[in-house]
């Protein structure tokens, strides 16, 4: 059974900082793996869509890597803004599935000028 | 990029009453609907997969008398609530399969706030 687990729950940081979000998966066999931006009371952003055959995704200054062999993906946002403060998710497809999404709990994300 | 409307964004309703949420692919074309369910300060919860012409596929645990859905059209999905409950008072939101550029990628709603009094 896939399970996704994200580290860490919660992150507060001020304005200019490098930061990393981790996800995890315990089944290695995905198609893709997804990373989502989620404002209070809102929907989801897609960010970055990471294909299994991919090692990394890019798209401004947020950079998504995924190792699939070792169950991980990292989501590096370069000089945080405050605007960033959000939730972010990470998913994968069910195991065996395709795009009927699992998600991890989400990073809590807060930057202060 | 692919637009996925969902409507209302927030309803509140009397409990014994129920309701239906809209979820629309604008400007494509979608086979297979999810829809999710997100209690406060959790993750998102997969409650059922709607394909269109065919009955729904629920997860485990989700009742299917209580939460109908119907996906007629390739652009449209519902979920109805039925008998409300404030139990049933949560974030709704659904997504639409969509292929671009040669990747399938799941687009998804702003989501529908349910409150039930």
């Known amino acids: 059974k896939q399970e996704v687990t994200q580290i860490p729950a919660a992150l507060s940081v001020p304005e200019g900082e490098n930061l990393v979000l981790n996800c995890s998966f315990t089944?290695?066999?995905?198609?893709?793996l997804q990373w989502f931006r989620q404002d209070p009371g809102k929907g989801l952003t897609s960010l970055l869509l990471?294909?299994?055959?991919?090692r990394e995704q890019t798209s401004g200054r947020l950079n998504a890597s995924l190792d699939k062999s070792s169950g991980r993906s990292t989501l590096y946002i370069a000089a945080s803004q405050p605007g960033d403060s959000a939730t972010y998710l990470c998913a994968v497809p069910f195991s065996g599935g395709y795009n009927k999404l699992i998600f991890g709990a989400g990073t809590r994300l807060a930057v202060h000028p | 990029g692919a637009v996925v409307s969902q409507h209302p964004s927030r309803v509140i309703c009397k409990s014994g009453t129920s309701v239906k949420i809209e979820c629309r692919s604008l400007d494509f074309q979608a086979t297979t609907m999810f829809w999710y369910r997100q209690f406060p300060k959790q993750s998102l919860m997969l409650m059922a997969t709607?394909?269109?012409?065919?009955?729904?596929?629920?997860e485990q645990g989700v009742e299917k008398d209580k939460f109908l859905i119907n996906h007629a059209s390739l652009t449209l999905s519902t979920l109805t609530v039925t008998s409300a409950h404030p139990e049933d008072s949560s974030f709704y939101i659904c997504s639409a399969l969509g292929h671009l550029l040669g990747d399938t990628e799941a687009f998804f709603g702003q989501g529908t706030r349910l409150t039930v009094v």
């Open positions: 709607s394909n269109e012409g065919s009955k729904a596929t629920y």
């Open positions: 089944d290695s066999a995905i198609y893709n």
């Open positions: 990471i294909q299994s055959s991919q």
